[in-house]
C-alpha cells in the first residue's frame, strides 16, 4: 500500500500548513521548525492560470527570435543576481524548509553553475543538423533539422530543493527558448516567488518567466494549459500529471521518488563508506529524492558497519541553526512527512528490526524526526519498500555482492544508487547491473551535481531526464526542413500522373537502390 503524498495527507487534514482546502482563496505558509506562520499566499484559480500562460504565450515568439545569445544575456543578468542575493535568498529557504544553513546555501550557487553550463553548451546540443541524404535520388536535396521550443513549459516542483527542482529544469527550457510558469510546492513557494519577483522587477526580463501559487488545482490547470509539463514529485501524483495531460497529448517529463540503494562490499574503505553512508541518508534530513533509503553490507563487515553507523549518526547535530553551520539536520518540511517516516519505523520496530538510534519525533513546536539507524531489517517492512523521505537509515546483511544486486535492484522505483567497492573497477561491474537511472562508485549523491550526466529515474521513477543535453533537449522539438540543393523541372517521377513506363522505371530505380551485390541490383538474378 502507498503513503499518501505530503498534499494529500495536508489536504486531508484541512487547510493548515501549506495545502489549500477546496476553495479556498489564500494559503498558510508556516515555519517547520517552530510552525508558526510566515505569510498567507493567493491561490491562482485556473481563469487565472490561463492568464498567466496566455501573457507567457504571447511573450515567447520574441524570445525565441533573439536567439541564444540574447537569452544568455538575460541569463546572465539571472545569475548575477543569485550571486548577489544568495544570502537573502538562503534566509527566505531556510525559514519555509526548515533546512540547515549550509544546506539552505547550496541552491543558488548551483542553480549559477545551471545557468553557465546550459548558456555554454546549448549551442552544440541545440546546433542544426545537415543529416547526409540516404538514397542517391535524394542528393539534390538539403537536409536540416532544426529544434525549435516548446512555446510555454510549465515546471511543477515539490518542497525539499525548493528552487533547484523548479530552476535546474526552468533554466534549460528559458536557454531553449520556451517561456516558463512555475508552479511551486504549496508548502515552499516563497523562494521561487522571489526569484520570480527580481525577474520582474529587478532584472526587468522579458513576461517569460511566471509564477501560479496553489495545490493540485491550480497545478492540474497549468498542465491543462501548458505544451509541456515537467513535474518532479511523488510518484502518486506524477501518475495523476500524466493521465491529465493524456486529454490534450501534451508531453511529459516526470522526476518521481526513489528508493536508493547503497551497497557495501566486504573489500570497501570502511569508514569512508559509513561516513558516505550518513550524509548520503541524512542531508537535507533525508528529505532528498536521490537519498540512500537502503543499505546492503556483505555479511563479514555487517556488525563492524552497523556499529560505527550507530556512533557516527548519534554525533550529528540537530537544530535550528540561523546562519550559524551549527547543525547538521534541521527540521521535516512538512508535518505529513514526519508522520510517514514514523510510521515506516514503527512497521519496522513491529516486525523484528532493531532501532539503534534516534527512532521518534523530537517533543517541542516545529517537526522534527530524530536521525535513525535501523539493523536486521528485510524486504517485509515498509521500510525497505516504500518511500520514506526522512532521516532514516535500514541496514540490511546480504551473503555476497550477488545477494546485495538483486536486493537492491527488486524494488519499483529505479532513481540512483551508490556502490562502495574495493576499486573503480569493481565498483563499475557491479553499477552495470543495478537497474537505476544513476549509480555512484564509492561516492553518494555526486550524480546529480555532475551536470555531463543525464539525472532520470527508471521504472517508477520516472520518464526522461534532467542535465547534460538530454536536460534541454527534452524542450525543443525537431523540425525537418528539407530543401532543393539544385534547379529544378516543373515536376518530379513520383508526381502524377502514374503510368506504366513510369512505374517499371521506377522499380527497377528502387531495386537498384535496395538490393545488394551486382547481379541482384540489376535484376539478373543468382548465377
Ligand atoms: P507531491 O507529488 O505531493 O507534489 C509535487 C507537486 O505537485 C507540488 O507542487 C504539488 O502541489 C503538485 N500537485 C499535487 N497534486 C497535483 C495535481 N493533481 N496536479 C498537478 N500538480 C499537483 O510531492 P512532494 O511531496 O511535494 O515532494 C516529495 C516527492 O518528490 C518525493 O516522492 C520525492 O522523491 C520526489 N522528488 C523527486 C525528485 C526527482 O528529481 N526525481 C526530486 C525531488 C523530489
Redesign the pocket.
Known amino acids: 500500500m502507498e503513503s499518501a ?4 495527507a495536508a489536504a486531508q487534514r484541512g487547510s493548515h500548513g501549506g495545502a489549500p482546502a477546496g476553495e479556498a482563496a489564500s494559503f498558510e505558509v508556516r515555519r517547520p521548525a517552530d510552525g508558526s506562520l510566515i505569510r498567507d499566499v493567493d491561490v491562482d484559480s485556473p481563469e487565472r492560470v490561463a492568464e498567466v500562460v496566455a501573457r507567457a504565450r504571447a511573450a515567447q515568439p520574441e524570445w525565441e527570435a533573439i536567439g541564444l545569445s540574447g537569452r544568455r544575456r538575460w541569463l546572465d543578468r539571472l545569475r548575477d543576481w543569485m550571486i548577489g542575493n544568495h544570502d537573502r535568498l538562503a534566509d527566505v529557504m531556510q525559514e519555509e524548509t526548515g533546512k540547515v544553513r549550509a544546506e539552505a546555501e547550496l541552491e543558488a550557487p548551483f542553480l549559477c553553475g545551471t545557468i553557465n553550463y546550459y548558456v555554454e553548451h546549448a549551442g552544440e546540443f541545440l546546433a542544426e543538423e545537415t543529416p547526409t541524404p540516404h538514397i542517391l535520388p535524394l542528393k539534390v536535396k538539403r537536409l536540416r533539422i532544426v529544434y525549435r521550443p516548446y512555446p510555454v513549459v510549465g515546471v ?6 525548493p528552487l533547484i ?1 523548479a530552476f535546474d529544469d526552468a533554466i534549460p527550457a528559458l536557454v531553449a527558448g520556451c517561456a516558463v510558469v512555475i ?5 515552499t513557494p516563497l523562494s521561487t516567488m522571489e526569484v520570480v519577483r527580481a525577474w520582474k522587477e529587478e532584472i526587468g526580463g522579458p513576461e517569460v518567466l511566471d509564477v501560479v501559487n ?3 488545482e ?3 490547470a ?2 491543462d494549459e501548458v505544451d509541456f509539463v515537467q ?8 501518475k ?2 500524466m493521465k ?1 495531460a493524456a486529454d490534450t497529448l501534451t508531453p511529459v517529463s516526470l ?4 528508493k536508493d540503494p547503497l551497497i557495501v562490499l566486504r573489500d570497501a574503505d570502511l569508514e569512508r563508506a559509513v561516513n558516505a553512508t550518513a550524509t548520503g541518508a541524512l542531508a537535507n534530513t533525508g ?4 537519498a540512500i533509503e537502503r543499505v546492503y553490507v556483505e555479511e563479514p563487515i555487517y556488525d563492524e558497519f552497523v556499529d560505527r553507523l550507530t556512533e557516527r549518526v548519534r554525533k550529528l547535530r540537530q537544530g535550528t541553526d540561523g546562519r550559524s553551520f551549527g547543525a547538521d539536520l534541521g527540521a521535516m518540511t ?1 508535518p505529513a ?1 514526519a508522520e510517514i517516516v514514523a510510521d515506516h519505523v514503527e512497521d519496522a520496530r513491529h516486525r523484528g528490526a532493531r532501532v539503534l538510534t534516534g527512532g521518534k519525533r523530537k517533543e517541542g513546536p516545529g517537526d522534527w524526526y530524530e536521525p535513525t539507524v535501523i539493523a536486521d531489517v528485510d524486504h517485509s517492512m515498509k521500510v525497505m519498500t516504500d ?1 520514506t ?1 526522512g532521516p532514516v537509515i535500514p541496514v540490511m546483511k546480504v551473503a555476497d555482492a550477488d545477494e546485495a544486486v538483486r536486493m537492491a535492484n527488486e524494488s519499483r522505483y529505479g ?1 540512483s544508487a551508490s556502490v562502495f567497492a574495493g576499486s573503480s573497477r569493481q565498483g563499475e561491474q557491479i553499477a552495470r547491473r543495478i537497474e537505476a537511472g544513476a549509480v555512484n562508485v564509492n561516492d553518494v549523491l555526486t550524480t546529480y551535481f555532475a551536470l555531463g550526466v543525464p ?3 527508471w521504472k517508477e ?2 520518464i526522461g531526464f ?1 542535465h547534460a543535453s538530454y536536460g534541454i533537449k527534452k524542450f525543443v522539438r525537431p523540425e525537418s526542413i528539407v530543401s532543393p540543393r539544385v534547379k529544378q523541372g516543373k515536376g518530379d517521377p513520383l508526381w502524377f500522373p502514374y503510368t506504366p513506363t513510369k512505374r517499371k522505371m521506377i522499380n527497377r530505380v528502387f531495386r537498384f537502390i535496395n538490393a545488394r551485390g551486382l547481379r541482384n541490383r540489376l535484376g539478373l538474378g543468382p548465377k
Request: glycine share 20%.
Open positions: 503524498t505530503a498534499s494529500e511543477i516542483s515539490p518542497w525539499n530543493f527542482l508552479k511551486p510546492s504549496e508548502f496553489g495545490a493540485g491550480t497545478g492540474g497549468l498542465v513535474f518532479t514529485g511523488s510518484d502518486r501524483t506524477g495523476v500529471v491529465r522526476e518521481l521518488g526513489g528529505q532528498i529524492c536521490m512538512t512527512q518511500e523521505f532513481l539525472m532520470g529515474g521513477s520516472g534532467r
